[in-house]
T-cell receptor, first 117, second 111 residues
Framework: EAGVAQSPRYKIIEKRQSVAFWCNPISGHATLYWYQQILGQGPKLLIQFQNNGVVDDSQLPKDRFSAERLKGVDSTLKIQPAKLEDSAVYLC???????????????FGPGTRLTVL | QKEVEQNSGPLSVPEGAIASLNCTYSDRVSQSFFWYRQYSGKSPELIMSIYSNGDKEDGRFTAQLNKASQYVSLLIRDSQPSDSATYLCAVRKNYGQNFVFGPGTRLSVLP
């Protein structure tokens, strides 16, 4: 079974530029998460999708961050304009989420390391 | 009070010893608990999940959950240098709700 795919793996941009990250979850996983992980900290949820609907985006800085999952499969996270403090690893994760407790488990992609100069 | 708390470490143990990692959470209605291992420069990898009070064993790993005291722990028996990593505790209130991660505990297993 293929895992969660993300691209690009690394990105370096200047502040005020825009950047987009792509994620393809594990096949059949209805729930998709985007996390931001700053060095030395645990992942912080930015947005959670259930199929193509947003479940939780309370911690997404909506003035500069946006995300979509139009067909309920892959997803894109965008930052525009980027700030220095956006330098972090952006992790995508997915879970099956069909009721049984074991389906709560989420699996992470390799992440995209963003550096904002 | 943070939702999920862990000692940042580093926790150093000799090879072959038992490593004990602890996590406390603030929301009493939390239902699902997870331990992830994260090697430097890599993404988190699920080690264990636990949903009921008591112990759950998987190989060298044992997760322990005490909902009354609001803590969950991870024991690693016969620690190996390859276990050196950051261990993240994650908590989920209910099905369909989001996961909250702790800051992680850095474990160093000394040969």
């Amino acid at each position: 079974e293929a895992g969660v795919a993300q691209s690009p793996r690394y990105k370096i941009i200047e502040k005020r530029q825009s950047v987009a990250f792509w994620c393809n979850p594990i096949s059949g996983h209805a729930t998709l998460y985007w996390y931001q992980q700053i060095l030395g900290q645990g992942p912080k949820l930015l947005i959670q999708f259930q199929n193509n609907g947003v479940v939780d985006d309370s911690q997404l800085p909506k003035d500069r961050f946006s995300a979509e999952r139009l067909k309920g499969v892959d997803s894109t996270l965008k930052i525009q304009p980027a700030k220095l403090e956006d330098s972090a690893v952006y992790l995508c994760a997915s879970s099956f989420s069909k009721g049984m407790a074991s389906y709560n488990e989420q699996f992470f992609g390799p992440g995209t390391r963003l550096t904002v100069l | 009070q943070k939702e999920v708390e862990q000692n940042s470490g580093p926790l150093s143990v000799p090879e072959g010893a038992i490593a004990s990692l602890n996590c406390t959470y603030s929301d009493r209605v939390s239902q699902s608990f997870f331990w992830y291992r994260q090697y430097s420069g890599k993404s988190p990898e699920l080690i264990m999940s636990i949903y009921s009070n008591g112990d759950k064993e998987d190989g060298r790993f044992t997760a322990q959950l005490n909902k009354a005291s609001q803590y969950v722990s991870l024991l690693i028996r016969d620690s190996q240098p390859s276990d050196s990593a950051t261990y993240l505790c994650a908590v989920r209130k209910n099905y369909g709700q989001n996961f909250v991660f702790g800051p992680g505990t850095r474990l160093s297993v000394l040969p």
